[in-house]
């Protein structure tokens, strides 16, 4: 039963071109959040999809925006990329239950993406 | 959600119990207590959660105080291999409504672990 993976594992990119990571979720799970994780830091909150709708969001800006496909799996896309946004990022797979969102999250090993 | 509180880091020895503290004095009713690890490169594993009473799995065992506001992480006997960044994260559970589950994050505890 395979886990959560993320795609590419490694990317570089310019400043101020445009990326695309993947997710393929756990088998049986529906949710899909997004973490960024910069270094030395715990991992923030970017968003989560359900049912192919960005169900809530965190602090980042429009730059940052996703998609979630009907086999639940998602992408993630960032416009303009800055400096700033070089960090590892995770996707986490969990399953609605009951019509709560409290089952574990399983996270991905991430996708490293460095801006230079 | 509530804030929680850790210490930065910690040593234990190969074999011995791994006691990880957390404070979460404003921990509301609808909030669990979450327990996640992350080692190096990798992404964060799920340890264990729990609302009031301890729990144990194959992983640990989570003890939560009586008025809610304090819990321990315990691992048995640590290895090597349970050297990682320790998280505790107190989760809003609600059905419906406006809680769809996010985790925030905070600094983690560092556990290390030597023989």
């Known amino acids: 039963d395979a886990g959560v993976t993320q795609s590419p594992t490694h990317l570089i990119k310019t400043r101020g071109q445009q990326v695309t990571l993947r997710c393929s979720p756990k088998?049986?799970?529906?949710?899909v959040s997004w973490y960024q994780q910069a270094l030395g830091q715990g991992p923030q909150f970017i968003f989560q999809?359900?049912?192919?709708?960005?169900?809530q969001r965190g602090n980042f800006p429009d730059r940052f925006s996703g998609h979630q496909f009907p086999n639940y799996s998602s992408e993630l896309n960032v416009n303009a990329l800055l400096l700033g946004d070089s960090a590892l990022y995770l996707c986490?797979?969990?399953?609605?239950?009951?019509?709560?969102?409290?089952?574990?999250?399983?996270f991905g090993n991430g996708t490293r993406l460095t801006v230079t | 959600d509530a804030k929680t509180t850790q210490p930065p880091s910690m040593d234990c020895a190969e074999g011995r119990a791994a006691n990880l503290p957390c404070n979460h004095s404003?921990?509301?009713?609808?909030?669990?207590v979450y327990w996640y690890r992350q080692i190096h490169s990798q992404g964060p594993q799920y340890i264990i959660h729990?609302?009031?009473n301890n729990e144990t799995n194959e992983m640990a065992s989570l003890i939560i105080t009586e008025d809610r506001k304090s819990s321990t992480l315990i691992l048995p006997h640590a290895t090597l291999r349970d050297t990682a960044v320790y998280y505790c994260?107190?989760?809003?559970?609600?059905?419906?409504?406006?809680?769809?589950?996010?985790?925030?994050f905070g600094q983690g505890t560092i556990l290390t672990v030597h023989p």
């Open positions: 088998s049986g799970h529906d949710t």
């Open positions: 999809y359900y049912e192919e709708e960005e169900r």
């Open positions: 994260i107190v989760r809003v559970i609600t059905a419906g409504g406006t809680s769809y589950g996010k985790l925030t």
């Open positions: 729990g609302l009031k």
């Open positions: 404003t921990i509301s009713g609808n909030e669990y």
């Open positions: 986490a797979s969990s399953r609605r239950q009951g019509g709560a969102y409290n089952s574990p999250l399983h």
